[in-house]
């Protein structure tokens, strides 16, 4: 049962352009979502995370969007470069969970085109 | 400072044969996380450790999985009699505190079971 979904495998952006990558969940018990990126032959590194009960955060280039009630989440990166190629992977941290435990998307492949 | 380091690298090995991945977690960090990635999916949360506690070993897949961590260093993960399901990237990750705290990931340890 996968509870966190990234429902694009892949995307592709002009350079400059915005970038706008999707996540879905079931459910309703989690505390906290993250985004993380990872780049080939490395470790995911983490980019930007929204508490549950906020709807927007931003830093810098990146914005991460909540809805809970269509228990949806994006990340918008604007404007996009060639340096934002790249794996990203949406996390949870369900509220149950006192270890930190994340359960992960199965990750959307992003191309920023020069 | 450094960061998580994992060996080997890459593993390639016969199905039936045993397998140790080794894990040096930041220094300092009090919980250490192995995650497992399968082509084509996300990360999949195997085992936690934290200080002296019991470790958290709801997401070992089976018993041909362990995995020890000697106080707040070093972890192994074995994988006993190994099956060509077991091929994928095995990440370990540690964060300073445990719970919602932002988990630094290491390179993986890319395992081929033939």
């Known amino acids: 049962d996968q509870q966190v979904k990234q429902n694009s495998p892949s995307l592709s952006v002009q350079e400059g352009r915005i970038s706008i990558l999707n996540c879905d969940y079931t459910?309703?018990?989690?505390?906290?979502f993250l985004w993380y990126k990872k780049y080939p032959a490395e470790g995911p590194t983490f980019l930007i995370s929204i508490s549950s009960i906020k709807d927007k955060n931003e830093d810098g280039r990146f914005t991460v969007f909540l809805n809970k009630s269509a228990k949806h989440l994006s990340l918008h990166i604007v404007p996009s470069q060639p340096g934002d190629s790249a794996v990203y992977f949406c996390?949870?941290?369900?509220?149950?969970?006192?270890?930190?435990?994340?359960?992960f998307g199965q990750g959307t492949t992003l191309q920023v085109k020069p | 400072g450094a960061g998580v380091s994992q060996s080997p690298s890459n593993k390639v090995t016969e199905k039936g044969k045993d397998v140790e991945l080794r894990c040096d977690p930041i220094s300092g960090h009090t919980a250490l996380y192995w995650y497992r990635q399968r082509l084509g999916q996300g990360l999949e949360f195997l085992i936690y450790f934290q200080g002296n506690s019991a470790p958290d070993k709801s997401g070992l897949p089976s018993d041909r999985f362990s995995a020890e961590r000697t106080g707040e260093s070093v972890s192994t993960l074995t994988i006993q009699r190994t099956q060509q399901e077991d091929s994928a990237v095995y990440l370990c990750?540690?964060?300073?505190?445990?719970?919602?705290?932002?988990?630094?990931f290491g390179p993986g340890t890319r395992l081929t079971v033939l």
């Open positions: 996390a949870a941290l369900p509220s149950s969970s006192n270890t930190g435990k994340l359960i």
């Open positions: 459910n309703s018990m989690f505390d906290y």
């Open positions: 990750a540690s964060s300073l505190l445990p719970g919602g705290d932002t988990q630094y």
